[in-house]
């Protein structure tokens, strides 16, 4: 399997040779210190410069002794007639490695003049880094951002209303989409896709276990059997858990929605509370699950055999391939509880009013929610349409089901800014929590942060 250092130094190198190369960072202007650069896009040193080294080779930064990395004055950019579509996005972004080509593919066929280039910006600080590049009269055609971004965006009406772009199309996409991202004019964010929060399974653990495969009837006490017969102890240690879980906000709500928590709820304390104190048992009662915290370098021990099941989304899975995962996970439906509820997240399109081309930046926003481009997007990639019908034809109604998608199981999901508002800091209460997953705080103390 592929160390994370052996992708990701690639990718940073890739984001700001595009940066360099589309005018971002201009000729005479220096990068971001090492230690930002590590901080930003959650890399280790080694990883970072190892992307600095693939760009000096390319004579596109030098090293100054005491002031940092910079750009040549005098660097060659290739220039010529072509118009360049600039498209920001977040980084670490699972859906720009593995699913925008097919839309960019599609928008390449009916406008090939035009270069498609996309700017990766850390995702901690997305939205200051947006504004930033507008401070620096920068200004990107097209802005793919997470609704987590979205939730904490502030000035909505710097992006044109995609209502006369989007049209009737919009009548094709899921009503809970709709419903939570287009509830009126003006829409100036468009969903693409969209992934559930789902638990996923190594079968072949479960098959060396002897532990029947999860099924539609399969429970929070099957679910605590196989983790508790997957869990290995070698020499006093646990070298396999029963699960694993990365210890966010967006994983491990997905335990309260399943008994039931609601966001009309006038107290969400004690459905919370419930949820962390069986986390908490599996955790360090019965030491059959474990928590990871590189979410950026995709540590999962999940993907490298080290425990049988994980909760994760089609986003995240999308990666699993190219670091050739050496086996084939399975989703499960999950058996929290007994309310078919999980989280969602979603990718969605936003245009700026101040980009070069307004139509032809809409023009992408269209071809990203055209049948066909969001039938191939399901079809040859993991991830899902925003579009009811293409999901129902390419996937199976069992998977589905899986998923918490098909026969209506989506209307009762939610996104998290939908369960919790903006009256939890996400960021304080995960540094608030760090005592609670080393087992030394109780379920219920965290549970009066809600």
């Known amino acids: 399997m592929r ?5 990701l130094y690639v990718r940073l190198y890739k984001t700001l040779k595009e ?10 202007e220096y990068l971001l210190p090492e230690n930002d650069l590590c901080k930003f896009y959650g890399l280790s040193r080694n990883s970072v410069r190892k992307a600095l080294e693939e760009l000096h080779k390319e004579g596109l930064v030098v090293k100054k002794v005491g002031l940092g990395t910079m750009v040549p004055a005098d660097v060659s950019i290739p220039s010529d007639d072509r118009k360049i579509l600039r498209i920001a996005a977040p980084f670490p972004a699972y859906f720009v490695d593995n699913g925008l080509h097919v839309i960019c593919d599609a928008f390449r066929q009916k406008y090939p003049h035009v270069d498609l280039h996309v700017l990766s910006l850390p995702s901690d600080t997305f939205n200051e880094s947006l504004r930033q590049t507008d401070r620096m009269g920068f200004c990107p055609d097209v802005v793919l951002i997470g609704e987590s971004q979205l939730s904490n965006m502030e000035k909505r009406d710097a992006f044109i209303d995609l209502a006369p772009v989007v049209g009737d199309m919009l009548d094709a996409v899921y009503p809970k989409l709709r419903d939570t991202f287009c509830p009126e004019h003006p829409i100036t964010a468009m969903p693409i896709t969209f992934s559930p929060v789902s638990l996923v399974y190594n079968p072949d653990l479960f098959r060396a276990a002897g532990i029947p495969y999860p099924g539609p009837r399969w429970n929070v006490d099957d679910f605590t059997d196989a983790a508790e017969r997957v869990t290995s102890i070698s020499d ?14 967006n994983r491990w709500l997905v335990f309260a929605l399943q008994n039931g928590m609601r966001p009309d709820d006038k107290d969400h304390r004690p459905k919370i509370a419930e949820a962390l104190d069986r986390l908490q048992d599996w955790l360090h009662r019965k030491r059959i699950a474990t928590v990871y915290t590189d979410s950026k370098n995709l540590i ?7 425990s049988a099941m994980t909760l994760t989304t089609l986003f995240e899975m999308s990666t699993w391939a190219e670091r050739g995962i050496d086996f084939t996970p399975e989703i499960a439906p999950l058996p929290f509880g007994d309310t078919k509820s999980t989280l969602m997240q979603a990718n969605l399109l936003m245009v700026p009013a101040a980009c070069a081309d307004p139509h032809l930046s809409s023009e992408f926003v269209r071809m990203a929610l055209q049948a066909d481009v969001q039938r191939t997007l399901c079809e040859n990639t993991p991830f899902l349409s925003v579009m009811g019908t293409v999901n129902d034809a390419a996937r199976t109604p069992a998977y589905m089901h899986a998923i918490n998608i098909g026969g209506g199981l989506i209307d009762r999901n939610y996104f998290l800014h939908e369960l919790l508002g903006h009256q939890v800091d996400h960021t304080d209460l995960m540094a608030e929590m760090s005592l609670f997953w080393l087992g030394l705080e109780d379920a219920r103390t965290i549970a009066e942060h809600f």
């Open 3 to 7: 160390r994370a250092s052996d992708f």
């Open 19 to 28: 940066q360099i190369l589309t005018g971002l960072i201009k000729p005479g």
């Open 236 to 249: 006093g240690r646990i070298d396999r858990f029963g699960f694993s879980l990365y210890p966010s906000l």
């Open 300 to 306: 999962n021990p999940f993907i490298y055999g080290k």
